[in-house]
């Protein structure tokens, strides 16, 4: 048969070879594959092969941007932590934190090195942390092409306050942006999966956050890096928070609190947990999953009416009760979170 080569539509991948959908099987998966300069062609999923003439003068489409790997834990964390040596935070955020309603204190804000992501300024700020250390696998940053064609490390993500995520040696692997223009979700994550020009960016990987405290057996389990921080600073116990209600499944949160000895786990989400059935049922599946891993598990309760969170419950002295899990899925049966079962 022969071959219509005007009509692919291929994309460079390595080794100068172009890919793409088979104009004889019809497969979509890319397993046909041109090299221009030798004029051969063969698709891995039918076998069709052969010679074509004018392959070294086809056109191919634009390459696919391609995501960089993330880099390792030890990569991560001196890139994030030169970066936040680099930045600063600016007045408004640390008044932020420092209200009432957040209820941080000056040290606490040192310890835990919140900083401002600015507006401007990212290719100074990818260039002097690219001094220290190549920024490459580390989400949110890229490299953006200069003038000349030049590659400079830049810096993406949306200007607001900049938290850094944790593990439980302290190491940071990743960061929350809480955005000074909301943009739906109150958070998000330090990422360069998209960014609008240039390449070699790394999508956020979402991690868990532990906001270490005095008690080392015990974990608290909340959502929110910053209540997390808010509620460790109150009440001196170790806080863990997952990046969602659902999503403590990838990020190794078990594993991790059985290597660590850990061995008891207070679950402590919002108080909407015993009213929403979504969340509860969240809820029960992270206590059922603990306790099959061998973890000791209660949770934490306090009338929805008094405050949403824990962090806001502390700031107003007063409420928390800890039941197991018999009281807690009664609770959840009265308050019509029903979904426990
Ligand atoms: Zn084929």
Not at 98 to 106: N, T
Not at 171 to 193: F, M, T
Not at 212 to 230: F, M, N, Q, S
Not at 278 to 288: K, N, P, Q, S, Y
Request: aromatic share 8%; hydrophobic share 40%.
């Amino acid at each position: 048969m022969a071959l219509d080569i005007a009509a692919l539509q291929l994309r460079p991948v390595a080794n100068g070879e172009l890919n793409g959908s088979c104009p004889f099987c019809g497969d979509r998966k890319k397993h046909f594959y041109l090299n221009p300069h030798k004029g051969v062609y063969r698709c891995f999923k039918c076998g069709a092969s052969g010679r074509v003439d004018g392959a070294a003068h086809y056109v191919p489409l634009a390459p696919l941007r391609q995501e960089e790997p993330l880099a390792d834990a030890t990569t991560l964390d001196r890139v994030y932590s030169i970066l936040f040596r680099t930045l600063s935070l600016s007045a408004e955020h640390r008044e932020h934190l420092l209200s009432p309603k957040r209820g941080l204190s000056e040290q606490v804000i040192q310890e835990r090195q919140y900083r401002t992501l600015p507006p401007k300024d990212r290719i100074r700020i990818g260039r002097e942390v690219a001094e220290w250390v190549e920024p490459r696998g580390v989400p949110g940053f890229y490299l953006y092409n200069g003038k000349n064609d030049r590659q400079l490390w830049c810096l993406a993500g949306l200007p607001g306050l900049l938290i850094p995520m944790r593990d439980f040696e302290g190491r940071i692997r990743g960061c929350q942006i809480r955005p000074d223009k909301r943009v739906g979700a109150r958070y998000v994550w330090l990422s360069s999966a998209n960014p609008r020009r240039g390449s070699n960016g790394t999508g956020a990987r979402a991690v868990y956050h532990v906001a270490r405290g005095e008690d080392p057996k015990t974990v608290w389990i909340t959502e929110g890096p910053l209540k997390a921080d808010i509620a460790a600073s109150r009440m001196g116990k170790t806080f863990v928070a997952v990046p969602g209600v659902n999503c403590w499944k990838g990020s190794g949160l078990i594993e991790d609190l059985l290597a660590n000895g850990i061995r008891a786990v207070v679950i402590a989400y919002d108080s909407d947990s015993v009213s929403n059935q979504h969340v509860a049922r969240a809820v029960t599946e992270l206590g059922w999953a603990l306790r099959k891993s061998g973890l000791r598990v209660s949770y934490a309760w306090w009338p929805p009416e008094r405050a949403k969170g824990i962090d806001d419950l502390l700031l107003m002295n007063g409420g928390l009760r800890v039941v197991n899990e018999q009281a807690w899925l009664g609770l959840v049966r009265l308050r019509g979170g029903r979904a426990a079962g």
